[in-house]
């Protein structure tokens, strides 16, 4: 008796069938290949707007910069006296990162400490250059690419596609994106 009850309560449970379970994952595979999209698009979406925030960031530094110290760009001069042209890129590029995050006399000497004579900056708060979000390694996409003698902007607006997230010519306080040619535009 017992053993006929289990088997005909076994009988009455009631579960999904075969077909209910596949047109479940259907349903659940074109509410996937609907949403996947949008949620790639948004993340592009996301990226593209930072690099142009990060861009008009640093560039509005840049420019704040030279209208502080007489139309000369960060980069072009050291930043331990403020009057010796760059030397090279490597110069150039210590001397646009110490300029931009650091306080700055009239020159562009670069000082740690605020004082009557280091009145100006710092133009970058955190210290160091925004991440170019198309980079990715995250070493790399704060790096900077200088050139402290190119004087041609057409021949300036080319990436070299390297690993350095961003790329700067001193003389034309030209800042822009390192990465591809489609970002190298912005």
């Not at 949403?35 to 979406?45: F, L, M």
């Not at 209208?67 to 960060?74: E, L, S, T, V």
């Not at 900056?121 to 925004?130: A, C, F, H, I, N």
Request: with cysteine.
């Amino acid at each position: 008796m017992i053993r006929e009850f289990r088997t005909q309560k076994l009988r009455d449970q009631s579960g999904f069938t075969l077909i209910e379970m596949l047109v479940v994952v259907i349903i659940l595979g074109i509410l996937a290949m609907i949403i996947v999209p949008q949620i790639t698009v948004s993340t592009e979406d996301a990226r593209l707007n930072t690099l142009q925030s990060n861009l008009t960031t640093v560039r509005s530094a840049i420019e704040v910069y030279a209208a502080q110290h007489g139309n000369r760009y960060p980069g072009l001069y050291s930043e331990t006296d403020g009057t010796t042209a760059a030397a090279d890129d490597a110069a150039s590029k210590a001397a646009l990162l110490a300029q931009l995050t650091q306080f700055t006399d009239i020159n562009g000497q670069a000082n740690a400490t605020k004082d009557a004579t280091f009145k100006f900056g710092p133009y970058l708060k955190l210290g160091q250059l925004p991440q170019n979000p198309y980079v990715a390694d995250p070493a790399n996409a704060v790096d900077v690419v200088c050139d402290f003698d190119q004087n041609d902007i057409t021949a300036a607006r080319v990436s070299d596609g390297g690993t350095a997230g961003w790329r700067y010519y001193a003389p034309l306080g030209l800042f822009f994106a390192n990465d591809s040619d489609t970002h190298a535009a912005m």
